[in-house]
């Protein structure tokens, strides 16, 4: 079987592991209550791998990406999905205050939860997103969100000073097209911000499911946006690192206890790193102890030249 790059566009990529249809499924099942099975189609395995070239790593096929029916149930079943406080959020007004531009674009604005937040300084703002109830909500609250595609505004000549996506990248199946197309719509000079879930962080330490097909489709780190950058002479002018989330540390804790006793079955070391967990949860109580371990997010600022 030849897997080819959704990004080199060639077959320099290595199979890392390989998933049964049926345990994903399952897997959802139980953990979540929701039934992916029609995403999956027919496809019996799902391989992860990764672009030698790119150092991406992405789910393939990569049809299998989540329907909007998916994303519906997870923000119906978990208030948290659609969260409108995120550190991404802060990070982003912050900097887009700063750089002042005239006009901004969000790709997947959701709820429009950071819409909300740059509207009073940035003139002209969109949002795009296609969920039906976010888009709802985002008409009941008058915020400047509308089902668009890319092809209608690349076709209507729009263009912005600054694009910005949190958490959207990495659900993408063309992730070239998804960059290619922003580029189309970014002014010469402009800024292209980008938020994901960093794979280095603290969630390398086990299979997170919300990361996996259907929902994720692409799992990325600073090394495939310095690809990314180079590929397209942007100029790569920020990074930055979410520290870990208060709401995070137990999900922390418990994969470095489950990582543990993978490797280890001596019982007194178990009770002995058992102890240090509870220990080292209590540390992480303090801002200054999770400042020190890397959490989720990942956020880059770019500039097109």
Not at 64 to 93: C, P, T
Request: charged share 25%.
């Amino acid at each position: 079987m030849q897997v080819i790059s959704p990004i080199t566009k060639n077959s320099n990529v290595t199979i890392v592991k390989k998933y049964s249809s049926l345990y994903l499924i399952s897997q959802w099942k139980e953990l979540f209550g929701i039934d992916v099975s029609d995403d999956f189609k027919s496809v019996d395995e799902v391989y992860f791998c990764e672009c030698n070239e790119s150092k991406i790593r992405f789910y393939y096929p990569l049809d299998i990406a989540g329907s909007d029916k998916l994303y519906k149930q997870l923000s119906e079943k978990y208030e948290w999905y659609y969260g409108d406080e995120k550190w991404e959020f802060e990070i982003s007004s912050k900097i887009v205050k700063k750089i002042s531009p005239k006009s901004l674009l969000e790709i997947g604005a959701g709820k429009g939860h950071f819409l909300k937040k740059v509207i009073p300084f940035v003139k002209e703002t969109l949002g795009i997103e296609f969920n039906q109830d976010a888009l709802l909500y985002a008409s009941k609250e008058k915020l400047p969100i509308k089902n668009f595609t890319f092809s209608q505004l690349i076709e209507s000549s729009a263009s912005y000073d600054f694009i910005v996506s949190f958490e959207v990248f990495e659900h993408v199946n063309d992730p070239l097209s998804f960059v290619e197309n922003s580029l189309k719509l970014l002014n010469d000079n402009g800024y292209m911000l980008i938020a994901v879930p960093n794979r280095d962080s603290f969630i390398k330490y086990g299979e997170v499911l919300l990361d996996m097909p259907p929902h994720h489709m692409l799992s990325l780190s600073l090394d495939f946006f310095k690809y990314l950058a180079t590929k397209f002479d942007l100029d790569l002018e920020l990074v930055e690192y979410e520290p870990l989330a208060i709401y995070h540390i137990d999900f922390y804790i418990n994969l470095l206890r489950e990582r543990f006793r993978s490797k280890v079955q001596s019982t007194t070391l178990r009770r002995g790193f058992d102890l240090f967990c509870k220990c080292y949860k209590l540390l992480l109580s303090f801002d200054i102890f999770r400042s020190l371990v890397r959490g989720q997010t990942i956020l880059v600022v770019m500039r097109k030249k």
